[in-house]
T-cell receptor, first 116, second 114 residues
Framework: KAGVTQTPRYLIKTRGQQVTLSCSPISGHRSVSWYQQTPGQGLQFLFE???????NKGNFPGRFSGRQFSNSRSEMNVSTLELGDSALYLC???????????????FGPGTRLTVL | AQSVAQPEDQVNVAEGNPLTVKCTYSVSGNPYLFWYVQYPNRGLQFLLKYITGDNLVKGSYGFEAEFNKSQTSFHLKKPSALVSDSALYFC????????????FGAGTRLFVKA
């Protein structure tokens, strides 16, 4: 079974631009969560989507948004990019919603975003 | 609030020796605990999890973790370290009372010397 895939793997943008990242979960998985990883802040939760609905959101500004499609693929959008948005963005998929608590999350390789 | 602490930024161990990567947690209910490993330029790989039952959990690549409720710890262990185990290790707790998100520790970098 194919793992979680993320596209693109690397991205360079300039301040003020917007970016869209894509995540395809493992087949059959209905939950997709997004995380931001930086050397200073570590891994921080952005949001989770389950069955096309946002189930939970972390403490990020409204510039960060996402959506999930009927095939469970998810996109994350960041508008008006800032230098501090440079990070590795990871998505993780699981069978059940995070509300279950016990389900294992499987991570993709990430998208490395650099904002100049 | 639920939290996870990994008290060591780095752990150094010689190949063939046992290794321990420490993790302590703070939760308000039953803890759901996870260990992940990250290799350079890669995403996180699941190693093992504790949900309930036996305090000793066995996972991938020969790793195991011991859940200790009284000490609120979930240390990762391996009897004999390999150079290829060198990576960044994350302990995580599933927050099921504050919005069902996963909270990660800061990570511990493991160096295994040949």
């Amino acid at each position: 079974k194919a793992g979680v895939t993320q596209t693109p793997r690397y991205l360079i943008k300039t301040r003020g631009q917007q970016v869209t990242l894509s995540c395809s979960p493992i087949s059959g998985h209905r939950s997709v969560s997004w995380y931001q990883q930086t050397p200073g802040q570590g891994l921080q939760f952005l949001f989770e989507y389950f069955s096309e609905t946002q189930r939970n959101k972390g403490n990020f500004p409204g510039r960060f948004s996402g959506r999930q499609f009927s095939n469970s693929r998810s996109e994350m959008n960041v508008s008006t990019l800032e230098l501090g948005d440079s990070a590795l963005y990871l998505c993780a998929s699981s069978l059940k919603s995070g509300e279950v608590g016990t389900d294992t999350q499987y991570f993709g390789p990430g998208t490395r975003l650099t904002v100049l | 609030a639920q939290s996870v602490a990994q008290p060591e930024d780095q752990v150094n161990v010689a190949e063939g020796n046992p290794l321990t990567v420490k993790c302590t947690y703070s939760v308000s209910g039953n803890p759901y605990l996870f260990w992940y490993v990250q290799y350079p330029n890669r995403g996180l790989q699941f190693l093992l999890k504790y949900i309930t039952g036996d305090n000793l959990v066995k996972g991938s690549y020969g790793f195991e973790a011991e859940f200790n409720k009284s000490q609120t710890s979930f240390h990762l262990k391996k009897p004999s370290a390999l150079v290829s185990d060198s990576a960044l290790y994350f302990c995580a707790v599933r927050d099921i009372t504050g919005g069902f998100k996963t909270i990660f520790g800061a990570g511990t970098r493991l160096f295994v010397k040949a």
